[in-house]
């Protein structure tokens, strides 16, 4: 039977979504550069047309990559009811008694 393991201090529920929002500032950055126009991004980086491209493809890696970080640290953060299993969350077995599930009424 799995045993639920105790919520992580190292990681505060509160905190997943900054993750995301720190990832989200360099990527703005990143799109605005893209966004240059062809004369300074040539002076820059010698090609704009690859920059361009280079500059916003590595904006939306950096966005993409800081929002999959907060859902992760979100679902491992989670609250889950206590004396559940998280495999066995919605099943009850007949050989243990104290984890069928409460009907109320």
Known sequence: MAKRTPHDP???HALWWQA???GSLPAVLLWIVARLPAEILYLLFGNAMT???LFNHAGDTVFVTGWLASAVWLWFTRRRPHGRPAAHAGRATSADPS???HHPG
């Open 10 to 12: 190292t990681l505060p």
């Open 20 to 22: 995301g929002v720190y």
């Open 51 to 53: 920059a361009a491209a």
């Open 99 to 101: 984890h069928e599930p």
